[in-house]
């Protein structure tokens, strides 16, 4: 497959894309042991659950952007992300699988974005709750989930801190 040198602004996407699990295990390991459940409030996630959000997206990030490359009529499907941490009950599965996978899924798909021509890039789907949806909006949407997280394992932390 012939590639191309993505702009600029795509490689700076694609830099925080590659470098977002780094950036997640640092602020997890800010983190002690007796925080990783506890939830700021009833309807909040628990850094626990954060981390299994975030390889579930990841996983289905994964797959959004190989329909969207390899299918051609690409469908993305979109998901209840709150019933999904109910459901599959995220604290009762295991952290470090979770971590382990969103390293992987990551590190499959730079490859993948380092790769892509300028037709592929403009290649778009429909995403069942939003309409439209290409590539270059995936890069957008999970260059920063990773960051927004980590955020949010922050946020949880100093909430844990200031608790009593």
Request: aromatic content about 8%; some cysteine.
């Amino acid at each position: 497959m012939p590639t191309e040198t993505p702009t600029p602004d795509r490689a700076s996407l694609i830099r925080r894309y590659a470098t977002g699990p780094a950036l997640l295990r640092t602020t997890l390991a800010k983190v002690p042991a007796e925080a990783m459940q506890w939830r700021p409030m009833p309807n909040k996630w628990s850094v626990h659950e954060i981390i299994l959000h975030c390889a579930d997206s990841e996983t289905n990030s994964h797959l959004r952007l190989r329909y969207l490359l390899a299918e051609p009529d690409p469908v993305i499907v979109g998901y209840d992300q709150d019933r999904w941490a109910k459901v599959l009950d995220y604290h009762s599965l295991p952290i470090d699988t979770a971590r382990t996978t969103i390293d992987a899924v990551r590190a499959n798909t730079v490859p993948v974005l380092e790769r892509l021509t300028e037709a592929q890039w403009k290649r778009v789907g429909r995403h069942t709750e939003s309409g439209p949806y290409g590539v270059e909006t995936w890069l957008q949407v999970y260059a920063e989930h990773l960051e927004v997280h980590s955020r949010q394992i922050d946020r949880n932390l100093e909430a844990w801190k200031r608790r009593t």
